[in-house]
């Protein structure tokens, strides 16, 4: 059983980007109560030497997407202050790619009085899986 939501703290709905996320250029797109959607174009300098996606780049993908969640579900910024961290995250890296987007799709399973988990799926642009990740977070 979740706990009802709370109010977006943010005007547009997204909250600002970590200095990781600038750094990666991960760039929220969407985010509510249920889910967030954020996706990175892809770079050399996101790249292993062989030319795939590096697996940090991968994760912090995804970690970030659930972050941008585990924050709105849980009113960081208004109710809440402080900010939700990530305590635990659990990866299967299936796939890579090499050149065009990846997007993560970050989805609420549990929201409790103080545990926030959130499974989140990275997909290439043919939408097939490349990762599947999912994170407890924390009020700090």
């Keep these: ?9 943010y005007p547009d709905g ?10 990666l250029g991960i760039d929220p797109l969407e985010v509510d109560e249920q889910h967030a959607v954020a996706r990175i174009l892809l770079e050399d300098h996101h ?12 994760l912090s993908l995804a ?5 941008i969640l585990a ?9 809440l202050p402080g900010f939700m961290v990530s305590i635990d995250l659990h990866a299967v890296l299936l796939s890579n790619v090499s050149e065009g987007e990846i997007r993560a799709t ?7 009085r103080r545990v ?9 642009e043919d939408g097939r899986t ?3 990740v999912t994170t407890t977070h924390i009020p700090t």
């Design 14 to 23: 997204v909250p600002p980007r970590s200095p990781l996320a600038e750094h």
């Design 71 to 79: 924050n709105r579900v849980n009113g960081v910024g208004g109710a």
């Design 116 to 124: 926030t988990v959130i499974r989140t799926e990275v997909t290439g």
């Design 47 to 58: 790249k292993q030497p062989r030319g795939a996606v590096h697996a940090g780049v991968l």
């Design 106 to 112: 970050a989805r609420l399973v549990r929201r409790g």
């Design 1 to 9: 059983m979740t706990s009802e939501p709370v109010a977006n703290p």
């Design 130 to 132: 490349l990762t599947e």
């Design 63 to 67: 970690d970030n997407t659930a972050t």
